[in-house]
């Protein structure tokens, strides 16, 4: 038995709904059907990584950084290459118009703007922060280790959209900040431009800030992204986070930046420098670089995921799965009820040794009392080469229905 260790740390592993009944913490679902995959040899569509390396500028950007000395602390606000680049991709994408010396931050990936962002803006146990459910299983930690009090608006399988009325019923004078994550993992939907507006509109209502979590900006299929801070009404109290991870194929290197108005900027930057001061000195011009590509290679690397989503949710139906459509982002979530499956966390470990592939249960994203609503939802990771897909496609085909 491990001594109990007092402190905010069991908040946070209970947040994430990672506290055993030992007292000890599990590692992430990601990183456990991670190592699963790679115990039993299945392909793994759980953890959203890419399988292949992003565009060629990019790395040797980092590889020449590197070798021509960039390898001490960058600045605290991020390399001004960095800073520029961004505020040139808001106003290229979004018509945005950003100073890249009080408008932008860069950040250890999108986790660090989030979780400095949330430390500088909630302010105790009666502050509550609003998401939506499912949520990237690193919102409820965050919102656990500020002190506050998570609120949840659902959303449904299959079209995952918020109804406004929910939205509307979570959102008060505790609201502290509304969290929107735009494309959302795990679900892969786009909210609408009219639930858009009433997060604004909600947020002056009750005096609220917005954090919106937009990583997979570059990820969608059918229709531009379109960020809460472009809308009208929204930038004096948005705060934007993406990161190069996800665009750029480089998960690993969590280069990530925050964007907002300027007083909202330093008070996350006032967290920020004493959670890693700074980070990623060779990694920074680099994605620098990846930010000043063409529209073209945007448009096709959209174009080129979208072809896999497409050869995987072709797959999943083949396989007998109800399948819910991404507008956006890596994931395709499927409900496993039409092949039998009632508890989708079992069946996703006897998957991987069975079937030889690996997805992650929905209940890896919602809190321990909405388990049952997701309990057969299954999230698959498109983000593999076309060949990895095909074998997981025809492994999957081989499924037998339970009854
Ligand atoms: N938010 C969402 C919705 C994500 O899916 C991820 C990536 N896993 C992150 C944040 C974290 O991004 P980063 O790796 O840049 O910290
Ligand atoms: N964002 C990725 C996913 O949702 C992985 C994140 C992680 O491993 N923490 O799968």
Redesign the pocket.
């Known amino acids: 038995m491990p001594r109990t260790i007092p402190g905010p740390w069991r908040r946070v592993a209970d947040g994430a709904g990672l506290l055993s009944a030992d007292g000890t913490t599990r590692p ?1 679902i ?2 456990d059907m ?1 190592a699963l995959a790679a115990r039993t040899g299945a392909i793994n569509l ?4 890419p399988d292949e390396d992003g565009p060629a500028v990019v790395l040797d950007t980092a590889r020449d950084a590197i070798a021509h000395g960039v390898n001490q602390y960058p600045p605290g606000r991020g390399v001004a290459e960095l800073r520029e680049a961004i505020a040139a991709h808001q106003q290229r994408f979004y018509g945005l118009h950003l100073d890249p010396d009080r408008h932008v931050l860069v950040t250890a990936g999108a ?1 660090e703007a989030l979780a400095a962002s949330l430390l500088a803006l909630v302010d105790g146990p009666d502050d509550e922060v609003v998401v939506f459910e499912p949520y ?3 919102y409820a930690a965050l919102v656990a280790l500020a002190g506050a009090r998570l609120v949840t608006v659902p959303l449904r399988f299959p079209d995952f959209q918020p109804d406004p009325q929910a939205l509307r019923d979570a959102v008060s004078a505790r609201t502290r900040v509304i969290l929107v994550n735009d494309p959302h ?2 679900t892969g939907s786009v909210f609408s431009e009219e639930l858009r507006t009433e997060v604004v509109r909600l947020a002056h209502e009750h005096d609220a800030w917005i954090v919106t979590d937009e ?1 997979y900006e570059h990820l969608v299929f059918q229709v531009r992204h379109e960020p809460i801070a472009a809308m009208p009404g929204a930038w004096e109290r948005t705060v934007s986070i993406s990161s190069g991870g996800k665009t750029f194929s480089t ?1 690993g290197w969590k280069v990530g930046w925050a964007t907002g108005p300027a007083d909202l900027i330093e008070a996350v930057l006032a967290v920020k420098q004493y959670l890693t001061y700074t980070g990623g000195a060779p990694f920074q011009p680099a994605i620098a670089a990846g930010l000043a590509l063409t529209d073209d290679w945007f448009a096709s690397l959209s174009d080129t995921l979208r072809v896999k989503r497409d050869l995987l949710g072709r797959g999943l139906r083949a396989a007998g799965f109800d399948v819910s459509v991404p507008a956006a982002t ?2 395709t979530v499927v409900d496993a009820r039409a092949v039998g499956v009632v508890d989708a966390d079992r069946f996703c470990r006897e998957m991987a040794e069975s079937v030889g592939v690996v997805g ?1 249960p929905l209940t890896a994203f919602v809190r321990p009392e909405e388990r049952p609503a997701v309990a057969s939802l299954i ?1 698959f ?1 498109a983000c593999k080469r076309a060949p990895v897909l095909e074998e997981a496609v025809g492994r999957l085909s081989q499924l037998q229905p339970r009854d």
């Not at 759980?46 to 990584?49: A, E, M």
């Open positions: 992430t990601f990183a991670s759980g953890q959203g990584f986790t990237y299983d690193a993992n795990p990583v998960t890596y994931f992650v999230r990771a």
